[in-house]
């Protein structure tokens, strides 16, 4: 950095110290100090701005001073506010072409206050589109490490190139994931599809080896309160991998369920008790705020922090519609098991409940908000960011109820040879199919179908990304009546375990390949192998691209390509073709 800039950045500092009623907060710096333990990220691209992001550390003599004058504060009216406003730390930011800052092209100042938990988010204006561009913080003195971002194209855009992730679970094991995508100098921007973070106790859902790899979680406790959240988040950013990623690209993110409570739909959870654990509304306004203040995120309606739908225009290549499928409009899931009595299965019970057309993913609003986006885009490509899986995912009901994948493909490839049946295998190829996951939109089949319309009476060209499953999964989306609509490119996990777990005894390959065999629409699955999805879009084409890390238990550089499959834009493509 040249002197000049130097000295330009620390009189942006003593300006934003005064701006922000700061003087008090000085006078006690000369024995404390700040820092950036957290780490800088940049969020929510657009073609003329962006959201930069930091968060401001203490030391243990600020915190000491911040005590002192807390309890003085007990005394008067005006001790406490002197507490208050010492407690507002002033931070200058500063936005250049370069990473040396010789072309600073934006600056300011603003506090880090803790009704914010001493994050800071400055959404940057006036930015050129399509651009590279480096960001910092200076508190008092102390700089941050410098971030790397970049706007979005608009125009005529020839490709764009995104990693899709999810599932990213701190004691599950490394974000070695994270690590490989910030090594990446090609991409656009990261997207999360949710589950950013794991609301579970210590010892909870994939912890067997967190105290191994030193990655307990805190608090110890499920979160719960707003103080819970946030230290939760904290902690996530401490991880240096998940801090180099933030600091590489920007993130375009939603949240899924686990960042509030597992299985989460709009009035309540799997994972909550209003009589154990207090009101929902509660619990949900705490997480939704951590997040916010946590995330690089922009809040397309600042009164209303729980909406979180929005695009993102990559000029006329892509618009991206990042989806809410949680928390804004969810119905309550189904469950197969009730619909199970002393007769068996009830068929046309579960059909019933399942085509139910008041039943909703999105919501009214944010189903008619994304008609109202994919009519008004002229993008090659419609991209769906959001949770869940849309492709049909029907299973025969003996797999629910047990039966290896093994035994069940071998007798389904038996009748397919027209070979002789035993009873048995006759007796299980009558069983029905059945849609398992009605977590997913194969639980609210009415409102799948109202975005497949969408698509369909648009005439556009749909690619649906998900995560939510941690496993990786190609689907074709064909409506009620067959017709091709679009495509489903789903990521695996970041860290969090896949149906290894749940079916260790099966071989992964011939596992998926069963899951291929019988499930129509499925065109590629990998079920045992954490990693991220690319995506990169052309005119002519779109192709996805599984990458695959070694192993999140330990440290590792190991990383495959899994697989590629791409997509044909036109009524003539619309379906997975190979590469
Ligand atoms: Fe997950």
């Known amino acids: 950095m040249s002197t000049q800039n130097r000295r330009e950045f620390l009189r942006t500092v003593a300006v934003g110290s005064m701006a922000v009623g700061g ?18 990220a940049s ?33 008067s009216l005006q001790a406490r506010q002197r507490w208050l406003e010492s407690r507002s730390v002033p931070v200058a930011w500063e936005v250049a072409r370069d990473s040396a800052f010789a072309q600073v092209v934006a600056r300011g100042a603003v506090p880090a206050r803790p009704d914010a938990d001493f994050t800071v988010k400055v959404d940057v204006t006036g930015l050129r589109p399509g651009t590279t561009y480096y960001y910092r913080f200076n ?6 490490p410098v971030g790397r971002t970049r706007t979005l194209p608009h125009g005529t855009v020839e490709q764009v190139r995104l990693a899709v992730v999810s599932c990213s679970n701190y004691p599950a094991g490394f974000f070695n994931v994270y690590a490989r995508i910030a090594e990446r100098d090609d991409l656009d921007a990261v997207v999360h599809l949710g589950d950013y973070l794991y609301e579970y106790a210590a010892g909870g859902y994939a912890s067997e080896q967190a105290a191994a790899l030193g990655r307990v979680v805190d608090p110890a406790g499920e979160t719960l309160s707003l103080a819970d959240y946030r230290a939760r988040h904290a902690q996530y950013r401490r991880d240096p991998d998940a801090q180099a990623m933030h600091a590489a690209l920007p993130m375009i993110a939603v949240w899924d369920d686990h960042e509030i409570a597992n299985d989460a739909w709009k009035d309540g959870a799997e994972n909550h008790s209003d009589a154990t654990e207090g009101s929902w509304v509660a619990r949900r306004a705490a997480a939704i705020r951590a997040y916010h203040e946590w995330m690089p995120t922009r809040l397309p309606d600042p009164a209303r922090p729980e909406r979180i739908f929005r695009s993102f225009d990559f000029g006329n290549l892509v618009s991206l519609h990042m989806l809410d499928t949680r928390l804004i409009g969810r119905d309550r899931q189904l469950a197969l098991t009730d619909f199970v009595g002393p007769a068996g299965f009830d068929a046309a019970g579960f059909a019933a409940a399942i085509g139910n057309p008041a039943r909703q993913l999105l919501g009214a609003e944010q189903t008619a908000w994304l008609q109202t986006q994919m009519s008004r885009s002229q ?14 995912m029907n299973v025969p009901l003996p797999l629910l109820q047990g039966t290896p994948v093994s035994v069940y493909a071998a007798a389904a490839a038996k009748a397919q040879a027209g070979l002789p049946l035993t009873a048995q295998e006759a007796a299980l190829l ?42 990786a999964w190609a689907n074709d989306l064909a409506d009620a009546s067959g017709v ?13 375990p896949g149906f290894e777990t749940i079916f260790p005894d099966e071989d992964p390959l011939a596992f998926a390949g069963a899951l291929q065999q019988l499930i129509g629409p499925l065109v590629y699955a990998d079920t045992s192998r ?9 005119h002519e084409q779109v ?32 379906r997975i073709v190979e590469v």
């Not at 508190?139 to 941050?144: D, K, P, R």
């Not at 993008?379 to 049909?392: D, H, P, S, T």
Request: hydrophobic fraction near 45%; charged fraction near 20%.
């Open 543 to 574: 192709q996805a691209r599984w990458i695959y890390v070694d192993t999140v238990v330990a440290r590792s550089s190991g990383a495959t390509v899994g697989r590629s499959l791409r997509t044909l834009p036109g009524a003539g493509g619309r």
């Open 484 to 496: 091709n609509i679009g495509v489903e490119f789903a990521t695996p996990s970041v860290t969090s």
């Open 23 to 40: 003087a008090v907060a000085l006078a006690g710096c000369e024995l404390g100090s700040f820092g950036f333990e957290h780490g800088v």
């Open 430 to 471: 009558a069983q029905p199919s059945l849609p398992y996951n009605l977590d997913a939109w194969d639980g609210y089949a009415v409102a799948r179908e109202t975005v497949l319309g969408f698509a369909r009476s648009l005439d556009r060209n749909l690619v649906v990304l998900a995560g939510d499953t941690h496993n």
């Open 530 to 538: 954490r990693g991220y999805l690319e995506v990169e879009a052309r």
């Open 43 to 75: 969020g929510d691209p657009l073609a003329h701005r962006v959201v930069i992001w930091t968060r401001v550390t203490a030391d243990e003599a600020m915190q000491e001073i911040w005590k002192k004058l807390e309890a003085e504060a007990a005394g």
């Open 139 to 144: 508190c008092l003195g102390a700089i941050s």
């Open 379 to 392: 993008a090659k490509w419609q991209f769906l960011g959001q949770q869940v899986l849309m492709g049909r």
